[in-house]
């Protein structure tokens, strides 16, 4: 692997981070790292073969503050955490996974992170609504703007994937993404954890950040709509400066609004959720792949290390997470 593939690494991690609950986890470079009440344990295997483990204490501030538990702001809380914990984590398997190269600095790494948030706005944010103003008569249309530039949104995320999903490294990434799935999904049937069984169970798991995403990507149709609503009602006129403007400080609200709608997909089965969970399970036919054994066996540990003494307290009982990496 060349460090170039690591800022796109870092921007494919922003989009698809999502706050996680119970046991969850992301994908990192020859890696997992596998989140618990109270810690996260990543488990990285070096070009030796040999895995390396680092376990970490975490309490969120949705635990602690009463203000930060609140409907729409333990989303935000929560995914600020997530990203924090994994560009940490994704930095730890870089210097596991490529020793021969130079771990970055502090300050690369914050202009590293830079770069990967102003390559997710630049294509996801800024590109739909500048070709929906020029292509399209319709800027005035608070409703059929967003939901061109919305399409224009998810089109352009679908062909990221697609294109990036062409890498071996990131093909590599995708396989480990559905490793952390199948050792979740066994853990979460109360079958024995181990290689045999998690191969059993599918890549794709309907609490995924992929899914959570898609989520977003909806809201963020209906909010941003409601927001030029009010824009014009107020000046008459909207441009695409003043669109940047309202909408990118709204992304964390949005994001908040896409956590709760996860969270209740999770507990209900009706027609409405079940459609609304169908579009995040066909993109994790690009976000995951069947992992080997030797990928599964680090999710495992990563699972194992994370939960430490409390593990064989753990295992064996059914659970319903309600989001996972």
Known sequence: MARAYF??????????????????????????MMRVPGSYATAVRDPNGE?????????????????????????????????????????????????????????GEFFSTLFAIALAISLF????????TTIMDIEKDALWFNLVSGLFRILFFIVYLLLISLLNDV?????????????????ESGKDVNIKNAQSFPTQHPRCGTSFLFIVLLSAILVFAFVDTLIISALG????????????????????????????SSRKDSLFFTLLKKPGLWLQNITTKNPEDEMVEVS???????????????VGREYTAEAIG
Request: charged share 20%.
């Open 7 to 32: 800022f796109m690494k870092k921007s494919l991690l922003i989009i698809t981070m999502k706050p996680s609950i119970l046991v969850g986890g992301q994908a990192v470079i020859e890696g997992v």
């Open 171 to 187: 093909k590599r990434l995708f396989q480990y993404h559905g490793a952390e799935h199948r050792v979740v999904y066994n853990f």
């Open 125 to 132: 944010m800024i590109a739909p609504m500048w070709i929906t």
């Open 300 to 314: 495992i540990k990563a699972l194992e290390e994370a939960f430490g003494d409390q593990y064989e307290h753990m």
């Open 237 to 264: 006129t909207i441009s695409l400066p003043l669109r940047l403007l309202f909408h990118l400080p709204l992304i964390p609200i949005v994001s908040g609004i896409g956590y709760e709608l996860i969270k209740l």
């Open 51 to 107: 895995i390396h483990i680092q376990k970490k204490d975490f309490i969120s501030i949705t635990e602690t503050s009463s203000f930060w538990k609140r409907p729409i702001f333990r989303g935000i809380a929560s995914l600020y955490e997530s990203m924090k914990m994994g560009m940490r984590t994704l930095n730890y398997s870089a210097d596991i996974a490529m020793p021969e190269e130079e771990p970055q600095s502090k300050t």
